[in-house]
């Protein structure tokens, strides 16, 4: 029997939400296949320049000139800093989902009490700037070494990398601004939980590209 | 209006393959070892791709004008198409097409699978805004050395090359602004640029590749008729592009060796 | 007959929740909320072909200044004063990158697929409509910023729209090599972002919106076309985006991905170990996609068009959908055949170029289908139909040349001469602008309440069909005869001097195909205000968009949700009371 325009009120039903969910979800999988592609390409550009020889126009010779960089332990820790994040994300995006999912179980009269929460929202986003932060000063670290963009083919890959990864991340922070500030924007909790979801898949997404580039800097010779 | 369709889709079509079949401009006269092969096989695929454009062209002219809606006309055929159909245009179709590619992969594996023979005349061809140079190792079968810090256009000859005067092997080195050949000699081409991408075109010759800065291609051909012939650049390369040309003077051996020995004496 | 979406729950949620959101963002009110940043497809589906249609102008201008310098360069135009050579090259540049960008990959797809993709699979919008908004403005801007090169020191870049480093790496390489190809990428870069978004918005919605009954099967040609040029664009446009950044650091910050050691009028510039071919690379890994991108939706709209005009289904629909799916799987694994005589390795090539004769086998199968939908046909030669039948002719032969630039014997002689400038013209550009013109031909009654003016049409029609002709066809015989492309003159190299008469011929053919043109903008402009006034289905056609009013309802279809029995070519069904059967007619036609 086929729903009746309208009859519910206008108020919203978990179905709708479910579906409301799945397609955002969709777009998310569509976006990230998009930015995908552009490591994809980067990682070619990568593994085609460390095999090229060059030539050497002096002695008409062909020469590798491809000398990895030793990358700064730093990484490592802004590793763990965003990897923590993501676990931090993950419990926002749960508690998010479980705030929207109340409003569809409440009883008018009655309220489901939420648990006063640590807001897993706000510590992802101090985690996730200070990861920004941390790339920065790992940045610093390699200048400071004499490796700067465009000092070797390889640095230049560094930077590229870890730089392309920072600024898509920082879309991710700006997403969770957003999320953050609910109130303000007077966006309902089942909204707020369908942007926190998405972020938090983009999120996971950004933590695995990191790991992926991290071991193509290191391993792939 | 169907008629009018009809008449203008095959007057193009007629009109079009005129010109074609009519050579009215064509392919410059083939000078070279290749030139015979690649010029068959493009015949071979004139043909063929020529009458599958003019029956696709003439079919759809004449299916605007025979089905067009008239009181008369008997309803439109209800049918959805039809799968041996399909199958059948889709094979002999992959057949044509690729059949054509492979029957000319012969010519290709000559052209550039097998590096030039021994023996050939050696020539290396330098592009550059705007102009080819053309060098040649000289008695010792050596190119000496360049420099990018020797390179000066505006001296021109070995200067515009950057060639290291202190290496040895370049004391016999000759540099010319207008490449010699010997007939009947396959002759290996080393293609380099200084500055952007360039393309050695010798359209007679049935000869094009890339010149790109960072690599030393090699290549060749064999010239089978003297003549002189024009090059030109055939990858746009800046402002200039449409004037970076050169010449080929395809000339008999004994002449090349006078021609050569002649520069080798005025560098004493 | 359901071969609904998914279980009966989802695709009530589904409808339940378009209901909604139709409810939920009802018309706006305000000048800018409903004509500047409107979040309605339709909207914005017209801001991306007024766009193109400006694009298309600004495109058009800079080749007719092209033809009159080949032929007569040493002459002084008012305002413009003398063409330089290194002007002439900007023209080709701007022209090749205008054209591709903002007008081929513009209008068919931003443009009328904003437009129709949700209405003719029964959607109330996009799935993501401030995204959709987005993905207009954020392409606006490119196209901006394109322009702006022209006004740059230097002035616009002179690489070709292909833009090959080292030429468009290094300042020095030429005029406008400066900040106008910083300009040009850029703006390429923004272009990129916008597409990536619309791609986005498109398979989303192709794939969660559809109504009830609508399968994938149901869906009309163009929608299947709409739908697989916005995969390729998802995986295509990034990779421009990645060579783009690439280059940009490579201009300004010392990198040296693309470009080695060089040496320009023997000053050494400091860069030493890239690879110009790198770019070529991940420029056609992008730029093959990117030609189906542009001719796609024309080829879906012409399967609709020969159909509803022949008032017979398309011949062999599944056919077609496969033909259109291995295009695109195909177009990713050829773009090695524009590189034939790069320096890339001779085995790659051959490897490349099977896989381009491989691809030439869909294309051919479609052209087959598009004359068996003739065949046996009532046809109404109305003025989409005619340049429908254009689309074909002309696909027919810019893709007979193909064959020849597709083995890499034949491309020796071939590569870079007018050869090639012929053949994608005719099969990308005036092939993807008869699309554009047949679709606005066909579409204007519903999106503007009128229609155009079919006399004019004719003659539009006419004159751009024979002049088309008569500028690219003639190309093919004097790349054969070995003109070179992208020279700003033939004065210098003497067998090119016979070619002369003939460039005139195509210059002549090119001021009457462009005058053509104004007759389709008065025509355009006119019948919006003083067309006669359409009823809703007037060519009597059975996907959704003729099902509602015209124009169509801020939520596309007046708050009832269309249900759909019926595949999209049912004309001419036997024993039905009309040649014609809507997709939403609940009586149960043969099984399709």
Redesign the interface.
């Known amino acids: 029997m086929p729903p009746q325009w309208g009859s519910d009120g206008g108020n919203f039903d978990s179905s709708f939400f479910d579906a409301r969910l799945r397609r955002a979800r969709l777009g998310l999988v569509v976006g990230l296949t998009g930015i995908a592609m552009i490591f994809v390409s980067f990682t070619s550009a990568y593994v085609v320049r460390q095999g090229l020889p060059t030539l050497d126009p002096r002695t008409n010779l062909l020469l590798h000139d491809w000398f990895p960089v030793p990358l700064p332990r730093l990484l490592l820790l802004n590793t763990i800093v965003l990897l923590t994040s993501s676990v931090t994300m993950e419990l926002a995006r749960r508690q998010a989902a479980r705030k929207a999912l109340a409003q569809f179980s409440s009883i008018p009269g009655v309220s489901v009490a939420a648990k006063d929460e640590m807001s897993w929202l706000a510590l992802t986003l101090v985690l996730g700037l200070s990861f920004l932060s941390g790339q920065w000063m790992a940045w610093r670290e390699l200048a400071s070494s004499g490796f700067y963009i465009a000092s070797s083919p390889s640095s230049s890959f560094v930077y590229l990398l870890t730089g392309m990864h920072g600024i898509h991340l920082f879309g991710g922070v700006v997403a969770l601004l957003s999320a953050a500030f609910v109130s303000l924007l007077r966006r309902s909790a089942a909204s707020q939980s369908i942007l926190v979801d998405i972020t938090g898949w983009y999120w996971h997404f950004m933590a695995v590209l990191w790991v992926y580039i991290l071991c193509l800097l290191e391993f792939a010779h | 209006?169907?008629l009018v369709?009809l008449l203008?889709?095959w007057l193009?079509t007629f009109v079009?393959a005129y010109?074609?079949i009519a050579k009215?401009?064509?392919?410059?006269t083939g000078a070279s070892a290749a030139a015979a092969?690649?010029d068959h096989?493009?015949a071979t695929?004139?043909l063929v791709?020529?009458i599958?454009?003019v029956a696709?062209?003439v079919?759809?002219g004449y299916?605007?004008w025979k089905?067009?809606?008239r009181p008369s006309?008997?309803?439109?055929?209800?049918?959805?198409?039809?799968n041996m159909?399909?199958i059948v245009?889709?094979v002999l179709?992959?057949i044509l097409?690729?059949g054509?590619?492979l029957m000319?992969?012969s010519?290709?594996?000559s052209?550039?699978?097998r590096p030039a023979e021994p023996g050939a005349t050696q020539v290396e061809v330098t592009g550059?805004?705007f102009a080819w140079y053309f060098r040649y190792p000289g008695p010792d079968g050596k190119?000496g050395?360049?420099?990018?810090?020797l390179?000066?256009?505006?001296a021109g000859g070995e200067s515009a090359v950057?060639l290291d005067t202190s290496d040895p092997a370049s004391k016999d080195d000759v540099v010319s602004g207008t490449m010699y050949v010997p007939v009947n000699r396959e002759v290996e081409l080393i293609l380099r640029a200084?500055?952007?991408?360039h393309?050695f075109?010798i359209?007679n010759m049935?000869?094009?590749?890339?010149a790109?800065?960072?690599?030393?291609?090699h290549m060749h051909f064999t010239p089978i008729t003297i003549g002189e012939y024009?090059v030109?650049?055939?990858?746009?390369?800046?402002?200039?592009?449409?004037?970076m040309?050169g010449m080929l003077k395809v000339v008999s051996q004994q002449e090349f060796d006078q021609w050569l020995a002649a520069r080798e004496a005025e560098k004493q | 007959m359901a071969g609904g979406t998914g279980g009966g729950e989802t695709i009530m949620a589904t409808r339940e929740f378009a209901a909604h959101e139709a409810h939920a963002h009802a018309a706006p009110q305000g000048f800018i909320r409903k004509w500047v940043f409107s979040l309605d497809h339709k909207v914005i589906g017209l801001q991306y072909y007024f766009l193109a249609l400006t694009a298309v102008f600004v495109g058009m201008f800079l080749s007719l200044l092209m033809r009159i310098h080949l032929i007569w360069p040493n002459i002084t135009l008012p305002f413009l004063g003398d063409i330089k050579p290194e002007t002439y090259l900007t023209l080709v540049t701007m022209h090749g990158t205008i054209m591709v960008f903002f007008v081929l990959t513009t209008a068919p797809q931003g443009g009328f697929g904003n437009y129709f993709l949700p209405i003719q699979i029964g959607a109330a919008d996009m799935a993501f409509p401030v995204l959709n908004m987005l993905s207009f403005w954020v392409t606006a801007l490119a196209f901006i910023v394109m322009l702006g090169a022209f006004f740059v020191t230097g002035g616009a870049p002179l690489h070709g729209w292909t833009g090959y480093p080292p030429l468009s790496a290094v300042p020095t390489a030429g005029p406008g090599e400066g900040p106008g190809a910083d300009m040009w990428i850029i703006s390429i870069a923004l272009f990129c972002i916008g597409a990536l978004m619309s791609a986005l918005n498109f398979i989303t919605t192709t794939l969660d919106m559809r109504a009830k009954g609508m399968s994938m099967m149901r869906m009309p040609l163009t929608c299947w076309a709409w739908f697989i040029t916005a995969i390729l664009g998802l995986l295509a446009f990034g990779v421009l985006f990645s060579a783009g950044i690439l280059l940009i650091l490579d201009r300004n910050a010392g990198t040296s991905f693309y470009v080695p050691l060089t040496v320009f009028s023997g000053q050494i510039v400091a860069h030493k170990g890239g690879s110009p071919l790198l770019w070529q690379h991940l420029f056609w890994f992008f730029g093959h996609p990117e030609v189906y991108i542009a001719i796609l939706p024309a080829m879906g709209l012409c399967s609709q068009l020969l159909s509803v005009f022949s008032r017979k289904p398309i011949f062999g629909y599944k056919a077609m959908v496969y033909a259109m799916l291995s295009i695109g799987l195909l177009g990713f694994m050829v773009w090695g055949h524009h590189m034939f005589m790069s320096g890339m390795s001779p085995y790659s090539a051959f490897a490349f170029s099977i896989m381009t004769m491989a691809i030439g086998v869909p294309s051919a199968i479609k052209t087959f289908n598009w004359l068996g939908t003739l065949w046996g046909g009532r046809i109404r030669l109305a003025s989409p139909m005619l340049f429908a039948i254009g689309f074909v002719s002309l696909f027919v032969s810019g893709g007979i040349s193909g064959p020849f630039l597709a083995q890499p014997t034949l491309d020796i002689p071939l590569h870079d001469t007018a050869f090639v400038t012929g053949h994608f013209h005719l099969i990308m550009g005036v092939a993807s602008i008869f699309g554009i013109f047949a679709a606005t031909y066909y579409w204007f009654p519903k999106m503007f309440g009128r229609m155009m003016n079919e006399s004019l049409a004719r003659w539009h029609f006419w004159l751009t069909f024979v002049g088309t002709y008569c500028i690219f066809m003639p190309m093919h015989y004097a790349g054969m005869a070995g003109q070179p492309r992208r020279y700003s003159q033939f004065t210098e190299l003497h067998y090119l001097e016979k070619l002369i008469p003939l460039n005139t011929f195509i210059t002549f053919a090119a001021f009457v195909t462009i005058s053509a043109q104004l007759i389709f903008i008065f025509n355009l402009f006119w019948s919006m205000k003083a067309g006669k006034k359409a009823s809703d289905n007037p060519w009597e056609a059975t996907t959704l968009e003729w099902t509602t009013a015209t124009p169509p309802p801020h939520d596309n279809f007046g708050g009832h949700t269309p249900v759909v029995y019926n595949g999209p070519y049912e004309y001419g069904v036997p024993g039905a009371p009309r040649d014609y059967v809507m997709q939403t007619d609940p009586t149960t036609v043969a099984a399709h």
């Not at chain 2, 009215?24 to 410059?28: F, G, H, I, K, N």
């Not at chain 2, 006309?73 to 039809?82: E, I, L, M, T």
């Not at chain 2, 390179?151 to 505006?154: Q, R």
């Not at chain 2, 030109?232 to 004037?243: P, Q, R, S």
Request: contains cysteine; glycine residues 8%; proline residues 7%.
């Open positions: 209006m169907g369709l203008v889709i193009i079009s010109f074609f009215t401009w064509w392919l410059p092969g690649i096989h493009f695929t004139y791709m020529g599958v454009f696709a062209q079919s759809l299916f605007a089905y067009r809606e006309s008997p309803p439109a055929r209800y049918v959805h198409g039809n159909l399909e245009w889709t179709t992959a097409f690729i054509l590619n000319s992969s010519i290709w594996a052209e550039r699978f550059m805004q190119f050395a360049t420099k990018p810090e390179i000066d256009p505006s950057g200084h500055d952007v991408i393309s075109f359209p049935r000869f094009k590749q890339d790109v800065p960072g690599l030393a291609i024009e030109t650049c055939a990858e746009l390369c800046g402002l200039g592009h449409y004037k040309h």
